[in-house]
């Protein structure tokens, strides 16, 4: 009877497979090594995004109260929001001017001891009066994004007036950052005018956060939550990352790991396309459309509810050549100055380009591989925030509030 199993052949199919399994296990091993030596060696600081355009020459400084209190935040999540109105309650709940900013608004170039913000020093000057003044600002700060800000806080204070700048630059921006939301994610907060395409495009970026069972790795779900949908390899993978986090602290960095990557990327992409920090920078014209159209919803907004606004295009180093080309930002101004037209006893225009001094002005990190540092036309040193606290709170007393801040 012929014999279907040569014994001899059975031995090297297992031995071939035994010979790919080792294979196998040794590119694992390599590969895991070798991740591992580049994380510890390269990407082992603990850096904060959000602050990667400052460069090592302008640090952030967020304004606080005569008692430490903050009067000033970025994320509207649960701690910085609470600090913050509880600071607000314990001065006796004052009636609120809301200053909306981006990273010029909490950056000091060359910061010495003591030295702080504008909004700080507009603090110190509103001491005394009825008004308290709180401040939110969000690097890259979209005018989507100031929108959301103004219908979210208008619900937790008094808003009296808002003082909001409007770059250029951040009319590039798309999109709300879950990372400043976290509060308006976890209350599912969404904005009311559902006729309105603005507020139907940011609604929906908000729920693509909300806890679902689809998407519940890209939401704020408190880690005390029980996770009843979790797979035996969800489980496993939670475990492995709990134990390997409390034993290795390069483990527990792999979040700046994708950050460096992604900011090595970006520089690559710069210098192979010839990319500087004074290249011209062209709107992109579906953007520019949304995010003028939101700052005209939050004017009209205010308008509606008796609030008074001031914008105001911002200083803007002036000793080199705009990133701009000069047509589109003559029309960026001009679009801006068009909306205060809407109502000249509420809405207030102010051109405050100019009024920082070039020595005043610092460097930023390079935005390529060529360079170690390039012209910084947004951050500017203490005295520059001293003027521009005088020249707001002079347009401020003058026009929104005669009687005093």
Same mark, same amino acid.
């Given at each position: ?12 199919? !297992? ?31 603990? $850096? ?10 302008? =640090? ?6 005569? $008692? ?15 600090? /913050? ?47 308290? +003044? ?8 979209? %005018? ?6 103004? #219908? ?6 008094? @808003? ?5 700048? +409007? ?8 999109? &709300?950052? *879950? ?22 495009? @940011?609604?929906?970026? /908000? ?12 939401? =704020? ?5 029980? =996770?009843? *949908? #979790? ?26 790991? $994708? ?8 520089? %690559? ?27 005209? %919803? ?40 068009? &909306? ?27 935005? !390529?591989?060529?360079? #170690?540092?390039?012209? *910084? ?27 005093? &801040?």
């Amino acid at each position: 009877m012929p014999s279907f199993f040569n014994r001899e052949s059975g031995k090297q199919v !297992n031995r071939g497979i035994f010979m790919k399994r080792q294979k196998l296990l040794f590119e694992i091993i390599l590969g895991f090594g070798f991740a591992y030596y580049i994380v510890f060696n390269f990407f082992s600081g603990d $850096r904060k995004f959000e602050d990667l355009a400052l460069g090592t020459e302008t =640090v952030s400084y967020f304004a606080v109260d005569e $008692r430490q209190r903050p009067i000033h935040i970025q994320k509207s999540n649960q701690e910085e929001a609470d600090a /913050l109105l509880n600071g607000w309650k314990s001065r006796g709940s004052k009636p609120v001017i809301l200053f909306l900013g981006n990273s010029q608004t909490h950056s000091i170039n060359q910061q010495k001891q003591g030295e702080v913000n504008f909004v700080e020093i507009l603090y110190k000057y509103s001491l005394g009066s009825p008004l308290d +003044v709180l401040c939110i600002s969000l690097p890259n700060a979209g %005018l989507q994004e100031f929108y959301l800000a103004y #219908e979210y806080w208008k619900m937790k204070l008094p @808003i009296q007036a808002v003082v909001l700048p +409007v770059f250029m630059d951040d009319l590039r921006e798309d999109g &709300i950052r *879950d990372v400043f939301f976290t509060d308006l994610i976890r209350e599912k907060f969404q904005l009311k005018d559902t006729a309105d395409f603005a507020a139907v495009k @940011i609604n929906r970026e /908000l729920q693509s956060y909300w806890p679902t069972n689809e998407n519940s790795k890209m939401n =704020v779900q408190s880690e005390d939550a029980p =996770v009843l *949908d #979790e797979t035996f390899q969800e489980r496993t993978e939670n475990f492995l990352n709990r134990k390997l986090e409390g034993r290795s602290s390069t483990w527990g960095n792999r979040s700046n790991v $994708r950050g460096e990557f992604f900011n090595w990327l970006y520089k %690559l992409r710069n210098t192979v396309l010839g990319i500087k920090a004074n290249t011209i920078r062209k709107m992109i014209p579906q953007r520019l459309q949304l995010n003028m159209h939101s700052l005209s %919803l939050l004017v009209k907004e205010c308008v509606k509810e008796n609030k008074k606004v001031l914008l105001y295009i911002p200083p803007i180093r002036s000793d080199a050549k705009l990133p701009y080309d000069e047509n589109e930002y003559a029309k960026f101004k001009d679009s801006v100055r068009e &909306i205060t037209e809407v109502n000249k006893r509420l809405i207030y225009f102010k051109n405050f380009e100019n009024i920082v001094p070039t020595e005043l002005w610092g460097y930023k990190a390079a935005t !390529n591989l060529q360079s #170690e540092r390039e012209v *910084d036309y947004m951050h500017f040193q203490y005295k520059g925030h001293q003027i521009m606290a005088d020249s707001l709170q002079h347009v401020l007393e003058k026009a929104i509030y005669p009687h005093g &801040i």
